[in-house]
Structures are given as C-alpha cells and as structure tokens.
C-alpha cells in the first residue's frame, strides 16, 4: 500500500475545514457582513472577536445588537442589568484538531512485542479516541449524527516543505532524513544508535520522512488556521515529537523540530501579524531543540519547564559539539534575545501542580504577558503528568487545564497546542482531553493542593532572579549587578563572624585555635574560638577572676559547641531586594550556652560551621548554601582535627559535644569512626536537627556503640521534620540516641526551649568534678571593676598571614605579640595558639593597678 494515497484511507474520520492554502488572512471590510458583528462584540464584550461567523464558526449565543452595548455603556444605569442574552457568546468560533492515522506509520523497524518503544504509534490514537469518547470531536464510525459547531473542526495535515523544514535544520539534515525511506528495515536496524553516536535515542522506519514531514505540516496548518482566524485555537495531535530535534541532529524521538518550523513559517507568511512567538514547553523534558532554534531570536520567547537533575536528566548533552546540558536557568538567550530564553529547571522528579502554578504565577505569566506574543504554543508533551514512568512527575488533568486557561489569556487566545512526548496511553489521553476542553472554552476543573514545594519554591526564585535583569516585571532585581565592582563588598557572614569573635573575645577571653588548611578561605577566619589564657604578660594585667577563666587545655569540663551561623532575619525591600540593616535582626542564641559554661566553669570551644564557604573569585554572586553532604563531611573533618590538636593531648575532666544540624552529622560520624577514643573521653553528645538528615549512631563491629550513645546523648529534632513522618518514629531504636521531639521548629528556638534541661544535664554529669573543685576555688576579684580593652583595639582584619603562614600542625604565637610591644597585636583574638604550650600563666597573676587601688574588701 502507498502510504502516499489517501483515496480509501479514513484521513481524518469527519468533517474537514476548506482547505488553509486557499484562505487569506483579512480583516473585514467596513460595509461587509462580518464586520457589524465584529464591532458589536468588540465593544459589548471587550474583546476581539478572531473571526466570528468567518467561514460559519459561529456564536453559541444570539440577536447581539448594537443597540444593546449601546445601553450598556450608559453611566446612569448603575442597577443591576436583567440578562439581555439567553447565553453569553463564550466561544465565538471552534477548536481546531490536526489529527492524522499515517502518522502511525513511523514505527520501529524490528518490532519487539514484549519490550514496545515508549514513543509508541498508539499514542496519537489514543489521545484521538479520547476526543471522540468525550464528545470533543466527532467520527464517522459509530455515529448516525455529522459533526456540529460543537466538535473540534478538522484540519488537514500535510507535508512540510524542504523549504519549511530548513528555515530550522541544515539542508543536509534534510537530505540524511530523505535517504531513510530508501533502506530496508534490516539497514536501518543496523543504523541505529551505538554509544556515543550522534543518532542519540532514535528508531528509525522508511516511513519516518513521510511521517516527520507530515508531523511537522500538521503544525504548521495549526497554527495558520489560528493566525488565518478559521479557528480560535487548535490543538495538533501529531508524532514523531520534536522538540529534541537539533540543527542538524535527529535526537530523543524527534526528526524535525514541529513547533520551531511552525513558528518561523508564520513569522514569514504573517510578518507583521505574527512577529512575537511565545513557545511554552511543558513537556518533562527540557527542549534542547527550541532553545537551539531561537536562542538569538528576540521575536521567539522560549519558556521551559523540566526535570533537571543537575544535568543529569534527558537530554544531558550533545555527542556532536561536546556541549553539557544547557537546561539550566543560566540560559537566558543571547544578544539582543537575552531574556527570551527562561528554563525552569526542577531539581528532582516529583512535581506536582502545586509547583507548576507557582511557577506560572510567578515566572512565566508576568514575562509572557510583558513579552505580549501575537502567537501561543505549547510543545504539549503529557510525560510530566501522573502515571508516566518516563517523567515520574504528578501534573494531573486539571493541572494541565489551568496551565491552558492561564496561556489562553494571551496573543487575544491565538494558541495552538502541539504534542510531544508523554508515554503512557491514559495519562496523556485524560491530559489531552482536559486541555482541549479548557481550548474549547470550559473552565478547568478544581485544583487540590496548590502549596509548592521547597524545592519548587527554591527553583522558581532562582529563575526569577536570574531573569529579573532582562524583564521589567520581575521584582526583587537581582542585587548582584548593583554590587559588581563596588569597592569594599564583603559576604555578610565573614562580617558577622568577625563581630562573633570580638564579642566572645571581649566577654569570655574568647580566641582562634589554629586551624590548618591547605587553601584557608576567608570563611574559615575566627572560625573555631576557644576560651584559654595566654601565656604572655597580658595575664599580669588580669584579676584573678579572669586568669581563672576555663582553658580548653586545663583539667576542666569542656565544651565543644559545633553550630550553624547565626540567624538574620530581615525584611527586605520589596522592589530592590535590598536590606536596610534597621529592617534586620541577628540573633545568636548559641551565646546564651556560652555564656553558661563560662559562669560553670566549662572550657568552650566554640566552631561556626559556615553554610558557604567564600570562594575569593565569588565576590558578589548569589551563592546557593553548600550542599549538606559536603558541609557535614567538612565539619566531621574540622572535628577530628580539634580532636587530635586540641583535645586528646590535653587533660579536660569531661567533653561535652554539641552540635545544631551538620554539627549533628559531624558528632555522630566522628564518635562512628572513632569508637574508643570517643567512648573513653566524651561525656555526653547533644545535638539539635531542624532540616538536615538524622543520623543514627551504629557500629557494624562494636554492638555496645549505640547502647553507650543511647545513654550518653540528648538528641532534639525540630517538630517540623520529616524524620516524624518516617516509619522509624513509630518505635525509636536506641541507635539514634534519646530522641526528643522538639515542640519548636527553628534551631534558634529549640537552642532556647530545651535550655534549662540541657544544662541541667552537663550539671549532673559533671557533679563529681565540680564537688572537688569547689573547695580549691578562690573568691573572684571584683571583676566588675577591671577595665577591658576597647573593641578598636583589636585587629579584625581577615587573618591572611594565617593562611600565608600554615604550617602542618598547630604552632604557639608568634614570640613577640607582647602587650608591651604592641597592645594591638597582643590581643589579637586572631594570634594562632598552641596546644602544647603550657595551660598555666608562666607569671603569677597580680592585681593590675586599678585594683590595688580599690582592693576588695
Ligand atoms: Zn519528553
């Protein structure tokens, strides 16, 4: 049989609108038939009508009169208006539908019954026996009925032209497709793609040409028939997709680029008329071929919605020009064309509508209508919604029709939906029909769960930056422009640590430990402070309250606090982003336990485990926090490191780790790989989990591990958590230690909730010491009356010359930094220690001046 001839062949099942290429595009003329009811609707309704009663599409209602809107337009009539109609002219013309059974033609070359193709023939059809089932188009088998005005009208599908084709693909990508249809099955078996090869997830039949070709004429005669007025929309059920299609590349399914030729043939034919394209690509992949087509093309506006995985997700790259994946929302279009290109990138499988409205609310109806497109696509591919294994997402019907009821509001209802992918048969024919009805003009259906996701929210804002330099709409800006090359930029949190260090020097004695590292970020300045006395002759200067101050290396409890930065809340500026330092709170809540352990006599180590380290080329960006992972591996790293430099060799009664979120990771890794020695020194683990994974405490050779953990740890995790969601909350296991469930939600809050029984808790662990100690303690001077020295005096410059100086292990302070010499560089919280030097002051400590003046009484 010839695919070819049509004669005895069921084309298109019914009715069939006259042919597009006999039809001008005209506007009526004043005087014509059409015209009087152009401007009745135009001014009764407030819209343009496309092309009421044009080649007999048309009203649904009646008897609209001048006259009437005339009425309606006279300001003293300000009651209530009895209905003038007995129903509104809702849809003033009919849905297109491209539908054509030879597109199933193009199937595999070696059939495999058990393991079928996802892009399988029957998707078309299945999407097409929807329609009828619904009602939504009409067929000649089993109806004695013809088709009405109320059924999808019919358009023909046909080839697309050589010249069609290449104002997309070269002429050469043209001609390697022709050849196809020369070669026997067997052939193009063998053709098929190898690793690597730049034929990349395709099958390939004799009849793909014929189909590709049709495919892509079928879009095009949708959209003509949009643009020539003889529908209001259209939807073009149509196979192989295309958005994958590249210049010169056949790639995942697709051969020609449907939507891209569609666009660029109307921009030709209609000029003026259709010079602004917006392309809104649903399909779960994203549409390497579109963004390909326009990238430079101001005219084209390309949104696209797709899992992205990090690049990791279909289509990673290009084997032909050895690109990586450029789905992500850096892609912005190039030229004068910046901003037309807007990819919105999910990070995981599992969206749902909830993150596709926000998406659409946020992002892609404010560029869209600031963009105001004369022409709407969609590359409708359905493998986003629920049930297709491929996209492993949970777009429901529903979702899809709010997404076209949104899209319909644009280029005066000019759009046209083409599909692309979507692989199983009932997701795609129930999300078919939901967005042909809404074409068709019925309202969506209700929408359950419109609360996005974290993940959604975190992407649709990082895409709303991004894009916020290249549209008007879009607010906050993007701060980073205004910051780029301003003189004197510093990251808010290397200045807050600064701040952390001076304070804790100021109250509590507070200094660096030295920490060595191979490329010593400005982040890791003051990043560990530890309490300690120096041994230089600034102690001659202290009372002697405060030369007994704990020392980490002293034979006294310590303290080893592991902790995320302090919290900033703000409210920024709504239009700039910006945030005025007035609209700003920082609180530290991890101070209020320094503060108690200092009064009880516990050494501190205090570590502030950055959430983004401070690269020196990121200078301005937006950076994103650092994956948990890499923080928790990092943090497990900088406590075995105080472990082994500050810990072990010196003499604390008691160690008392504590740690908020990757601090908790941190703690349980290290006790994990170090059963013994943590065994033998740590007295109790507390930890505080608000959003990072839980972690359990388990040995694979010491069964006692998790016991001793169960009994010398305090674990509280936010209430908000998933861990409580999880089956492990049922029934706790002793490995994830004693587990509270916090009533609070935030690390800040539960730092302060559980406070008083935390404490109370290292109290009674280190009773025994304390009993002992009590009766060698001298009553402190009047400390109150000891004059500290100003903040200004110390050095809070970023410590370079640690960095410049590191040496393998730690190493005492540089001789010299005496308070005789330079009072600045004394008491520098920034000067290195040393682990071994000796914890007792080489002087006797002795009253300075002022207090042998006012000697206690
Ligand atoms: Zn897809």
């Given at each position: 049989?010839?695919?070819?001839?049509?004669?005895?062949?069921?084309?298109?099942?019914?009715?069939?609108?006259?042919?597009?290429?006999?039809?001008?595009?005209?506007?009526?003329?004043?005087?014509?038939?059409?015209?009087?009811?152009?401007?009745?609707?135009?001014?009764?309704?407030?819209?343009?009508?496309?092309?009421?009663?044009?080649?007999?599409?048309?009203?649904?209602?009646?008897?609209?009169?001048?006259?009437?809107?005339?009425?309606?337009?006279?300001?003293?009539?300000?009651?209530?208006?009895?209905?003038?109609?007995?129903?509104?002219?809702?849809?003033?013309?009919?849905?297109?539908?491209?539908?054509?059974?030879?597109?199933?033609?193009?199937?595999?070359?070696?059939?495999?019954?058990?393991?079928?193709?996802?892009?399988?023939?029957?998707?078309?059809?299945?999407?097409?026996?929807?329609?009828?089932?619904?009602?939504?188009?009409?067929?000649?088998?089993?109806?004695?009925?013809?088709?009405?005005?109320?059924?999808?009208?019919?358009?023909?599908?046909?080839?697309?032209?050589?010249?069609?084709?290449?104002?997309?693909?070269?002429?050469?990508?043209?001609?390697?497709?022709?050849?196809?249809?020369?070669?026997?099955?067997?052939?193009?078996?063998?053709?098929?793609?190898?690793?690597?090869?730049?034929?990349?997830?395709?099958?390939?039949?004799?009849?793909?040409?014929?189909?590709?070709?049709?495919?892509?004429?079928?879009?095009?005669?949708?959209?003509?028939?949009?643009?020539?007025?003889?529908?209001?929309?259209?939807?073009?059920?149509?196979?192989?997709?295309?958005?994958?299609?590249?210049?010169?590349?056949?790639?995942?399914?697709?051969?020609?680029?449907?939507?891209?030729?569609?666009?660029?043939?109307?921009?030709?034919?209609?000029?003026?008329?259709?010079?602004?394209?917006?392309?809104?690509?649903?399909?779960?992949?994203?549409?390497?071929?579109?963004?390909?087509?326009?990238?430079?093309?101001?005219?084209?506006?390309?949104?696209?919605?797709?899992?992205?995985?990090?690049?990791?997700?279909?289509?990673?790259?290009?084997?032909?020009?050895?690109?990586?994946?450029?789905?992500?929302?850096?892609?912005?279009?190039?030229?004068?064309?910046?901003?037309?290109?807007?990819?919105?990138?999910?990070?995981?499988?599992?969206?749902?509508?909830?993150?596709?409205?926000?998406?659409?609310?946020?992002?892609?109806?404010?560029?869209?209508?600031?963009?105001?497109?004369?022409?709407?696509?969609?590359?409708?591919?359905?493998?986003?919604?629920?049930?297709?294994?491929?996209?492993?997402?949970?777009?429901?019907?529903?979702?899809?029709?709010?997404?076209?009821?949104?899209?319909?509001?644009?280029?005066?209802?000019?759009l046209v939906a083409c599909l692309e992918g979507g692989?199983?048969?009932?997701?795609?024919?129930?999300?078919?029909?939901?967005?042909?009805?809404?074409?068709?003009?019925?309202?969506?259906?209700?929408?359950?769960?419109?609360?996005?996701?974290?993940?959604?929210?975190?992407?649709?804002?990082?895409?709303?930056?991004?894009?916020?330099?290249?549209?008007?709409?879009?607010?906050?800006?993007?701060?980073?422009?205004?910051?780029?090359?301003?003189?004197?930029?510093?990251?808010?949190?290397?200045?807050?640590?600064?701040?952390?260090?001076?304070?804790?020097?100021?109250?509590?004695?507070?200094?660096?430990?030295?920490?060595?590292?191979?490329?010593?970020?400005?982040?890791?300045?003051?990043?560990?402070?530890?309490?300690?006395?120096?041994?230089?002759?600034?102690?001659?200067?202290?009372?002697?309250?405060?030369?007994?101050?704990?020392?980490?290396?002293?034979?006294?409890?310590?303290?080893?606090?592991?902790?995320?930065?302090?919290?900033?809340?703000?409210?920024?500026?709504?239009?700039?982003?910006?945030?005025?330092?007035?609209?700003?709170?920082?609180?530290?809540?991890?101070?209020?336990?320094?503060?108690?352990?200092?009064?009880?006599?516990?050494?501190?180590?205090?570590?502030?485990?950055?959430?983004?380290?401070?690269?020196?080329?990121?200078?301005?960006?937006?950076?994103?926090?650092?994956?948990?992972?890499?923080?928790?591996?990092?943090?497990?790293?900088?406590?075995?490191?105080?472990?082994?430099?500050?810990?072990?060799?010196?003499?604390?009664?008691?160690?008392?780790?504590?740690?908020?979120?990757?601090?908790?990771?941190?703690?349980?890794?290290?006790?994990?790989?170090?059963?013994?020695?943590?065994?033998?020194?740590?007295?109790?683990?507390?930890?505080?989990?608000?959003?990072?994974?839980?972690?359990?405490?388990?040995?694979?050779?010491?069964?006692?591990?998790?016991?001793?953990?169960?009994?010398?740890?305090?674990?509280?995790?936010?209430?908000?958590?998933?861990?409580?969601?999880?089956?492990?909350?049922?029934?706790?296991?002793?490995?994830?230690?004693?587990?509270?469930?916090?009533?609070?939600?935030?690390?800040?809050?539960?730092?302060?909730?559980?406070?008083?029984?935390?404490?109370?808790?290292?109290?009674?662990?280190?009773?025994?010491?304390?009993?002992?100690?009590?009766?060698?303690?001298?009553?402190?001077?009047?400390?109150?009356?000891?004059?500290?020295?100003?903040?200004?005096?110390?050095?809070?410059?970023?410590?370079?010359?640690?960095?410049?100086?590191?040496?393998?292990?730690?190493?005492?302070?540089?001789?010299?930094?005496?308070?005789?010499?330079?009072?600045?560089?004394?008491k520098s919280p920034l000067i290195g220690s040393a682990?071994?030097?000796?914890?007792a002051p080489k002087f006797a400590p002795t009253p300075?001046?002022?207090?042998?003046?006012?000697?206690?009484?």
């Amino acid at each position: 049989m010839d695919i070819k001839d049509t004669s005895d062949m069921l084309m298109h099942d019914g009715d069939v609108l006259t042919s597009t290429e006999v039809t001008q595009f005209t506007h009526p003329s004043p005087g014509s038939q059409n015209y009087q009811h152009e401007i009745a609707v135009s001014k009764g309704v407030g819209r343009r009508s496309q092309s009421l009663s044009r080649n007999g599409a048309g009203l649904k209602g009646s008897g609209l009169k001048i006259q009437h809107c005339n009425d309606l337009l006279n300001p003293r009539l300000d009651r209530p208006r009895p209905a003038k109609y007995a129903r509104l002219p809702y849809a003033t013309a009919q849905t297109g539908l491209v539908y054509d059974v030879r597109m199933r033609f193009h199937v595999e070359p070696v059939p495999n019954e058990k393991d079928m193709h996802p892009e399988d023939p029957r998707r078309i059809h299945a999407i097409f026996e929807a329609f009828v089932h619904a009602g939504l188009a009409w067929t000649k088998t089993g109806s004695e009925d013809g088709p009405t005005k109320f059924h999808m009208g019919r358009i023909d599908a046909r080839q697309a032209t050589k010249e069609e084709v290449c104002l997309v693909h070269t002429v050469k990508h043209w001609d390697w497709v022709q050849t196809l249809s020369s070669k026997t099955a067997e052939e193009l078996h063998g053709m098929l793609q190898h690793a690597g090869q730049p034929m990349d997830s395709v099958y390939l039949s004799p009849n793909t040409p014929f189909c590709a070709g049709l495919s892509a004429g079928g879009a095009i005669e949708a959209c003509r028939a949009v643009m020539l007025g003889k529908v209001k929309n259209a939807f073009a059920v149509i196979r192989p997709p295309g958005h994958h299609a590249e210049r010169e590349d056949v790639k995942g399914f697709c051969f020609y680029d449907n939507v891209s030729i569609a666009t660029k043939a109307c921009q030709r034919e209609f000029g003026e008329k259709c010079r602004k394209v917006f392309i809104l690509d649903w399909d779960v992949h994203h549409g390497n071929g579109i963004q390909q087509a326009h990238y430079d093309d101001p005219n084209v506006l390309y949104i696209s919605l797709h899992v992205y995985l990090n690049g990791q997700f279909y289509p990673e790259g290009s084997f032909r020009d050895r690109r990586q994946a450029y789905g992500d929302h850096l892609h912005c279009g190039k030229g004068a064309a910046q901003g037309t290109n807007v990819n919105v990138p999910w990070k995981t499988h599992g969206v749902g509508d909830a993150d596709y409205m926000y998406a659409f609310q946020q992002v892609v109806m404010p560029i869209a209508t600031e963009f105001a497109p004369d022409l709407v696509i969609i590359a409708a591919g359905f493998d986003a919604a629920e049930g297709d294994v491929l996209g492993d997402c949970f777009v429901t019907p529903a979702g899809y029709a709010h997404m076209t009821h949104m899209l319909m509001s644009l280029a005066e209802g000019r759009l046209v939906a083409c599909l692309e992918g979507g692989y199983n048969l009932d997701s795609i024919a129930r999300s078919a029909c939901a967005v042909a009805r809404t074409m068709m003009g019925e309202p969506p259906d209700r929408l359950h769960n419109l609360k996005p996701s974290n993940k959604g929210v975190d992407v649709v804002k990082r895409v709303l930056r991004q894009q916020s330099k290249f549209w008007s709409c879009l607010y906050p800006k993007d701060i980073s422009g205004h910051l780029a090359g301003l003189p004197h930029s510093e990251r808010m949190h290397d200045i807050v640590r600064k701040w952390q260090a001076t304070t804790l020097w100021d109250e509590y004695d507070m200094a660096p430990l030295f920490i060595h590292k191979e490329q010593l970020s400005k982040s890791f300045d003051n990043q560990v402070l530890a309490t300690q006395v120096f041994p230089t002759t600034y102690v001659l200067l202290r009372t002697l309250a405060d030369s007994r101050r704990p020392n980490y290396m002293a034979a006294c409890p310590l303290l080893i606090i592991l902790h995320d930065p302090p919290e900033v809340l703000a409210s920024p500026d709504p239009r700039t982003g910006k945030l005025e330092l007035h609209n700003t709170w920082l609180t530290d809540t991890v101070k209020t336990y320094v503060d108690w352990a200092v009064k009880h006599d516990f050494a501190v180590i205090d570590v502030n485990l950055p959430r983004h380290v401070t690269a020196d080329d990121d200078d301005t960006e937006h950076e994103e926090t650092d994956n948990v992972d890499y923080r928790t591996r990092e943090a497990t790293q900088l406590l075995t490191y105080l472990w082994d430099n500050y810990v072990e060799i010196n003499e604390s009664s008691h160690v008392i780790l504590m740690g908020t979120n990757t601090g908790h990771g941190a703690i349980v890794n290290f006790i994990k790989a170090n059963e013994e020695r943590a065994q033998a020194r740590v007295t109790r683990a507390v930890s505080y989990v608000e959003d990072v994974p839980f972690q359990s405490c388990k040995s694979a050779t010491n069964e006692d591990l998790a016991k001793w953990y169960f009994y010398s740890s305090l674990v509280y995790i936010s209430t908000l958590h998933n861990f409580w969601q999880s089956e492990y909350a049922l029934k706790i296991k002793k490995r994830f230690g004693r587990v509270s469930r916090s009533a609070e939600a935030s690390i800040s809050d539960m730092l302060l909730e559980h406070k008083d029984e935390v404490t109370a808790t290292l109290l009674r662990d280190t009773a025994a010491w304390r009993a002992q100690n009590l009766a060698q303690h001298v009553e402190p001077g009047n400390a109150e009356l000891i004059r500290r020295p100003p903040i200004g005096n110390f050095a809070l410059s970023p410590s370079k010359n640690i960095a410049t100086n590191s040496i393998s292990s730690p190493r005492p302070p540089a001789p010299g930094n005496d308070a005789s010499q330079s009072g600045r560089q004394a008491k520098s919280p920034l000067i290195g220690s040393a682990p071994k030097e000796p914890s007792a002051p080489k002087f006797a400590p002795t009253p300075r001046n002022g207090a042998s003046q006012n000697p206690a009484p």
